[in-house]
């Protein structure tokens, strides 16, 4: 039977459930040298349970913000017009926004990243305005 993790959103991680427990028997709780693949793969499968929630929630929290600040601009006929969306790369949204627009959309864009969802921990967004990419950082 496999351990199956769920995030926020609804989606599932399953992991086989011998990858994660130990065979206690076998190590008597410890490992030992010839176990030295065993504990990767335990150690793997550890990371996989530990990570999978807030990653994945975090990764769909970006995906629904960017489909309300779609749908919120092309609504006021802005999207593809004034604003573009460039990328997503890994927590960041890269967007292209006339000049003269900046200091109106910025504000929206922000309110909708850290209200995407309602959780009992505020979310901030931290946004720039930066002549080009490489400039960013």
């Known amino acids: 039977k496999n351990l199956t993790i769920t995030e926020l959103f609804g989606r599932k991680r399953r992991i086989p459930r011998e990858l994660v427990w130990l065979d206690k028997e076998k190590t008597r709780g410890r490992w030992t040298s010839e176990d030295s693949k065993s504990r990767g793969v335990y150690k793997n499968a550890l990371n996989m349970h530990t990570n999978f929630v807030p990653q ?15 749908e919120h601009f092309i609504s006021t006929g802005g999207w593809l017009n004034s604003v ?43 946004v720039k305005i930066v002549e080009n990419w490489a400039k960013a950082k």
């Open 56 to 70: 994945s929630s975090a990764c769909n929290m970006m995906l629904l913000a960017l489909s309300r600040i779609r």
């Open 84 to 126: 573009f969306s460039l990328a997503m790369i890994h927590d960041e949204i890269l967007f292209e926004i006339e000049k003269e627009k900046t200091q109106e959309y910025l504000p929206i864009i922000q309110d909708m990243l850290e209200n995407v969802v309602r959780l009992t921990v505020p979310v901030r967004a931290s």
